[in-house]
C-alpha cells in the first residue's frame, strides 16, 4: 500500500530539549487510569476510529523484512495487528492484562501465529540488549510514567540500524498552543494521557536518528517519528 510518507516533504531532524517530568505524588499517573481495565469496551469502541488507519499505515511502510523480529511497545489490545506480515516474528507486551486479554482473542480468532503478546512493564524490558529489527509504540509515550525511561529501553533493545516507529500525541511546538494545550493536562491525566510531552525530551538524548514525519494536517494532534539505531551513543 502507498503511504503518505512517500508524498511528504523531508523529515526534521529531532532537536534534544529539556527533560520531561515523571507524574508528582500531586499528579495522576495515566497509567494507572481505569480506561486500560475498566472501561476497555468504551475504548475499543472510540479509539480505533480516531488512529487505526494512521498505525496501520505507518506499519505497512516499514516494508517488514521476512524473519524480522518486531517488538509492539504498549500493544493495548491490539490494534495494529492486521498490519503486521505473516513473514514476521512480532511480539507485542503490555502493562495492562485486561488490554492483553483482547489481544488474545483476537489473535485466536484469526490464527496468527506469528504474534505473541505478554505482560511487561515497557520501562523496564526483559530482553537483552540489540533483539529486534523493528521496534514501534503507538500511544504509549505519553501514558508511562517515566517516558524518557521507555524510550531509552527501546533504544537499547533495537539492533543498530534497526528502526523504531513512535506515534503519539506530543506538545506542539507553538509555545501559544502549548500552553493552551498544557491546561488541560491535569484533566486528560485521569482520563489516560497526558499532554505535555515533547518529543525532543523524550528522544533527543538516545542513540537514535530520528526524523519527524511532516503531519498530514496542521490540525492533526499525532505526530509520527522514525528512528534509526545508531552503532553508538552519540
Ligand atoms: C492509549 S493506550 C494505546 C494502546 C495501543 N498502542 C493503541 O494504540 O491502541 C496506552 C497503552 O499503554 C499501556 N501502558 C501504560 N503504561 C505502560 C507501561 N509502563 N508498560 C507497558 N504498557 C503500558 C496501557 O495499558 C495501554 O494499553
Redesign the pocket.
Known amino acids: 500500500m502507498n503511504t503518505t510518507l512517500k508524498d511528504s516533504p523531508p523529515a526534521k531532524p529531532v532537536k534534544p530539549a529539556k527533560p520531561a517530568g515523571k507524574p508528582t505524588a500531586k499528579q495522576a499517573n495515566?497509567?494507572h487510569?481505569r480506561?486500560?481495565?475498566k472501561f476497555i469496551p468504551a475504548?475499543e469502541a472510540l479509539?480505533?476510529l480516531i488512529?487505526r488507519r494512521r498505525?496501520l499505515r505507518s506499519i505497512e511502510a516499514l516494508n517488514i523484512t521476512p524473519n524480522a523480529k518486531v517488538l509492539?511497545?504498549?500493544?493495548?489490545?491490539?490494534?495494529?495487528m492486521p498490519a503486521y506480515p505473516k513473514h514476521a516474528e512480532v511480539t507485542g507486551?503490555?502493562?495492562?492484562d485486561d488490554?492483553l486479554a483482547q489481544a488474545r482473542v483476537k489473535i485466536e480468532r484469526e490464527g496468527w501465529d506469528h504474534i505473541n503478546v505478554q505482560p511487561?512493564?515497557?520501562?523496564k524490558l526483559e530482553f537483552p540488549d540489540q533483539s529486534f529489527d523493528f521496534v514501534t509504540?503507538?500511544?504509549?509515550v505519553s501514558?508511562?510514567?517515566d517516558p524518557q525511561e521507555?524510550m531509552s529501553e527501546i533504544a537499547r533493545v533495537v539492533k543498530p540500524g534497526g528502526s523504531v516507529l513512535i506515534?503519539n500525541h506530543f506538545r506542539s511546538e507553538n509555545p501559544w498552543v502549548a500552553k493552551v494545550i498544557d491546561r488541560a493536562d491535569p484533566f486528560t491525566r485521569h482520563l489516560?494521557?497526558r499532554t505535555n510531552v515533547s518529543y525532543g525530551d523524550v528522544v533527543g538524548e538516545l542513540p537514535l536518528e530520528v526524523k519527524v514525519q511532516p503531519k498530514s494536517s496542521p490540525f492533526s494532534l499525532f505526530t509520527i517519528l522514525h528512528a534509526t539505531r545508531l552503532e553508538q551513543a552519540a
Request: net charge negative; glycine share 10%; hydrophobic share 50%.
Open positions: 495515566p497509567e487510569s480506561l486500560y481495565s475504548y479509539w480505533p488512529v498505525v509492539e511497545v504498549g500493544i493495548g489490545t491490539g490494534m495494529s507486551i503490555d502493562l495492562s488490554m511487561m512493564n515497557a520501562q509504540t503507538f500511544h504509549v501514558v508511562v510514567s521507555m506515534i489516560g494521557w
